[in-house]
């Protein structure tokens, strides 16, 4: 079975610069999390779908970051304009049902930097 | 709110050594408690979970962490450490409310993990 993809791996942009994240989870998986990792720390949300719509965006900072699951699959995380602070590994993680026994699945991660 | 606090920043064990990583969460409900490892390069793994059940749970690689309720913890463990298990860990935690999980899982700061060959 193939995992979450995410792309691209790495990415490198001067601050006040637009960037977009991809995610493709694993098939079938109706749930979809963007967490974002800042160096030293563990993941954070940022967003939650179901299918395609947001659950909870409640730490999605919205002046700046925004995101889409169009057609309840892809997604894609955009960030504009680009602050040093955004420097992080941004990850998407899918899971098959909402439930109480939910697992989620990690991608490999989007390594951004911001200079 | 919820918070998952791993104690140690960086453990450093010999081959054979035997291991254990603190995790404590602090929440009142319910919670499903989750292990991940991030090998160097590679992404985040799940190493075992727990949500119900039989408090002691085995997880993959000789792995395997206990949840102790009173003290809101999620301690993991392995007898015999290798090479190859210098990693870093993280354990999780997210709650879980009547007709679902809350989703959002809650990270600790993660533990490093160096072995010594």
């Known amino acids: 079975e193939a995992g979450v993809a995410q792309s691209p791996r790495y990415k490198i942009i001067e601050k006040r610069q637009s960037v977009a994240f991809w995610c493709n989870p694993i098939?079938?998986?109706?749930?979809l999390y963007w967490y974002q990792q800042i160096l030293g720390q563990g993941p954070k949300l940022l967003i939650q779908?179901?299918?395609?719509?947001?659950?909870?965006d409640s730490q999605l900072p919205k002046d700046r970051f925004s995101a889409e699951r169009l057609k309840g699959v892809d997604s894609t995380l955009k960030i504009q304009p680009a602050k040093l602070e955004d420097s992080a590994v941004y990850l998407c993680?899918?899971?098959?049902?909402?439930?109480?026994?939910?697992?989620?699945?990690f991608g490999p991660g989007t390594r951004l930097l911001v200079l | 709110a919820q918070s998952v606090s791993q104690h140690n920043h960086h453990v450093i064990l010999s081959e054979a050594a035997s291991l254990e990583l603190g995790c404590n969460y602090s929440y009142g409900g319910t919670v499903n408690l989750f292990w991940y490892v991030q090998y160097p390069g590679q992404h985040l793994q799940l190493l075992l979970k727990?949500?119900?059940?039989?408090?002691l749970v085995k997880g993959i690689k000789g792995f395997e962490a206990e949840f102790i309720k009173s003290k809101f913890s999620f301690n993991l463990r392995k007898p015999s450490v290798q090479w190859s298990d210098t990693a870093e860990y993280f354990c999780a935690v997210n709650a879980r409310h009547y007709g679902g999980s809350q989703g959002n899982l809650i990270f600790g700061k993660g533990t490093k993990l160096s072995v010594k060959p």
């Open positions: 727990y949500f119900s059940g039989d408090p």
């Open positions: 993680a899918s899971s098959l049902f909402h439930d109480t026994q939910e697992t989620q699945y």
């Open positions: 779908f179901q299918n395609n719509g947001v659950v909870d």
């Open positions: 098939s079938g998986h109706a749930t």
